[in-house]
């Protein structure tokens, strides 16, 4: 079993920052691709940043400049930093990863976090 487990989220005002973090555990054999998505309330989920397994980023238009993802693979896990941040970043944010797992070393599926809400008001 594999289990990703996001942190950081919370109540900021506009223009503070915040850094999610999300560790992933369990029988995992490699990690390719990490990833955030965001969910606003009313709109379908959207692809925030994604980083590969070497270091190669992107970024969605509406966030660059003010997010970073960057990630750690000694620890299995991803981080988002947020700057800058407006109310129209108010949403659940989810990490995903691609994990080929110890059972399964051949066949890489993507496992979901179980959301960190981040809220931008004043």
């Known amino acids: 079993q594999v289990q990703l487990v996001e942190s950081g989220g919370g109540l900021v005002q506009p223009g503070g920052s915040l850094r999610l973090s999300c560790a992933a555990s369990g029988s995992i054999f490699s990690i390719n691709t990490m990833g955030w998505y965001r969910q606003a309330p009313g709109k379908q989920r959207e692809l925030v940043a994604t980083?590969?397994?070497?270091?190669?980023?992107k970024y969605a238009d509406s966030i660059k400049g003010r997010f970073t993802i960057s990630r750690d693979n000694a620890k299995d896990t991803v981080y988002l930093q947020m700057n800058s941040l407006k109310p129209e970043d108010t949403a659940i944010y989810y990490c995903?990863?691609?994990?080929?797992?110890?059972?399964?070393?051949?066949?890489?599926?993507?496992?979901w976090g179980q959301g960190t809400q981040v809220t931008v008001s004043s």
């Open positions: 980083v590969t397994g070497d270091g190669s980023s």
């Open positions: 995903v990863a691609v994990i080929l797992t110890q059972a399964r070393v051949w066949d890489p599926i993507s496992y």
